[in-house]
C-alpha cells in the first residue's frame, strides 16, 4: 500500500483525506507529525511549509490539491525529478466563469454606482453600453482563462487574451507574451487568470495599470502576489480603475485589520472564485495513484520549467 502524507495548511487537506477513504477506506494517509509521514510515496499538498518536501526520500509523486501549484514550486527543497500533478475539472472552469461574470456585470450595468447612489436615496439611471462597446482582456488562456474568454465574447464583449505562446481562439483577440503593452492599451476590463511565476508575480502593477483606459477595472482571480497592492490603491485613488474586485491575496485568510477590507472601490471575497468538488478532487488523485501504479503517465502533470 503507497503511504501518502498530507502536506501543508487549511481545512481543505482533511477533507480530500475524507474522500479518498470513503473511495479506499484501505489507504494510510498521514499528516506530515504523524508517524509513518517519512515513508510516503506521495505528497498532498496546499501551500507545503518549505523543507517538507525535501524531507521524504521515497517520494514518487507530488499533487496539488487544487488547480493552482505554484504553493509546491515555492518550496525550494522539492525533489526537481519528481512529478508534480494539479486538479482540471470542467465544473471549476464553470465556477470561474459565473464569478468573473457576476464582476463583468456588477460593473458594465453600473450597480457599482447605483449601490452608491442608493445609500444616498439618488434616482439616478446609469447610461447603458453595448458590450460590444466594452473591452475586456484576459491574462492567462489556460484551462480557466479560454474558458471565460469564450463565455465573454459569446455575450458579445469585446474579448481578447493573452498567454505566453500565440493561440488561435474564435471570436476573441489573442495575443502572445511579448505583445503586453498592445494587449492592455485601452482595456475596459482587466480579468487576470494567470498561475503565479517568477514572470507573473506583480504583473497588475501601475506600468499595467497605466494603460488602461481611464476608469476601468480589474478582476484578479490569479494569485495575490500577481498584485502590486500599493500600485492599485493609488489608482483606485486616482480614478485610473473605476474598481476592483480581488479574490485572491498574498496573505489568506486576509488579516482583519488588512487595509483592503476598507478600501473605497474595491470588492474582497475569500477565494471562493472556483472550486473543484472534494469528490472530484479525490477521484482524480485515486486515479493518478493508480496510474503511478501501473507505471503509465500521470495526468495533468504540471511543467516543472514553467512552473504551471
Ligand atoms: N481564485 C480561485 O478560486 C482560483 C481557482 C482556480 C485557479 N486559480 C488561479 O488561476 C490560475 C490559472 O489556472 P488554469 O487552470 O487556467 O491554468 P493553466 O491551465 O495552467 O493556464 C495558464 C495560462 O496562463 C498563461 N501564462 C503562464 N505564464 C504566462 C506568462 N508569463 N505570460 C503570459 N501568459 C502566461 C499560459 O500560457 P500558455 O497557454 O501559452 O501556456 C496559460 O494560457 C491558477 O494557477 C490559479 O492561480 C484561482
Redesign the pocket.
Given at each position: 500500500m503507497t503511504p501518502l502524507v498530507l502536506l501543508g495548511s487549511g481545512n481543505g487537506l482533511g477533507r480530500v483525506r475524507e474522500a479518498m477513504l470513503a473511495r479506499r477506506p484501505g489507504l494510510s494517509i498521514v499528516r506530515a507529525d504523524e508517524d509513518g509521514a517519512c515513508q510516503a510515496q506521495v505528497a498532498l499538498c496546499w501551500n507545503p511549509l518549505p523543507g517538507s518536501l525535501g524531507a521524504l526520500p521515497k517520494l514518487q509523486m507530488i499533487h496539488s490539491i487544487?488547480?493552482?501549484?505554484?504553493q509546491i514550486f515555492k518550496d525550494p527543497s522539492r525533489p526537481p525529478g519528481i512529478p508534480v500533478c494539479?486538479i482540471?475539472d470542467p465544473d471549476?472552469r464553470l465556477?470561474?466563469v459565473e464569478?468573473v461574470l457576476w464582476g463583468v456585470l456588477h460593473y458594465h450595468r453600473s450597480f457599482d454606482q447605483m449601490l452608491a447612489r442608493q445609500a444616498q436615496a439618488i434616482w439616478d439611471r446609469p447610461a447603458q453600453r453595448p458590450a460590444r462597446d466594452v473591452r475586456i482582456g484576459v491574462?492567462?488562456?489556460?484551462?480557466?482563462?479560454?474558458e471565460v474568454a469564450h463565455r465573454l465574447a459569446s455575450l458579445g464583449f469585446s474579448t481578447r487574451g493573452?498567454?505566453?505562446?500565440a493561440?488561435a481562439l474564435e471570436g476573441i483577440e489573442t495575443f502572445?507574451?511579448a505583445r503586453?503593452d498592445v494587449f492592455l492599451d485601452g482595456l475596459d476590463m482587466l480579468v487576470c487568470?494567470?498561475?503565479?511565476?517568477p514572470?507573473?508575480a506583480g504583473?497588475l502593477s501601475e506600468k499595467t495599470f497605466s494603460r488602461l483606459n481611464h476608469g476601468a477595472v480589474l478582476i484578479n482571480?490569479?494569485?495575490g502576489e500577481h498584485l502590486v497592492r500599493d500600485d492599485l490603491v493609488a489608482a483606485l485613488r486616482s480614478g485610473q480603475l473605476r474598481g476592483a474586485l480581488l479574490?485572491?491575496f498574498e496573505a489568506e485568510p486576509l488579516p482583519q485589520d488588512d487595509s483592503f477590507w476598507r478600501t473605497p472601490y474595491l470588492i474582497v471575497t475569500p477565494?471562493?472564485?472556483?472550486?473543484a468538488s472534494y469528490e472530484v478532487i479525490a477521484e482524480q488523485i485515486l486515479h493518478n495513484l493508480d496510474r503511478l501504479h501501473a507505471g503509465t503517465e500521470l495526468a495533468n502533470q504540471?511543467n516543472p520549467e514553467?512552473g504551471?
Open positions: 487544487a488547480a493552482g501549484a505554484d494539479r482540471v471549476h465556477g470561474m464569478y491574462m492567462g488562456l489556460g484551462e480557466l482563462g479560454r493573452w498567454a505566453r505562446r493561440q502572445e507574451y503586453l487568470l494567470l498561475p503565479l511565476t514572470q507573473t504583473i482571480c490569479g494569485r479574490d485572491v477565494h471562493i472564485a472556483s472550486s504540471v514553467h504551471y
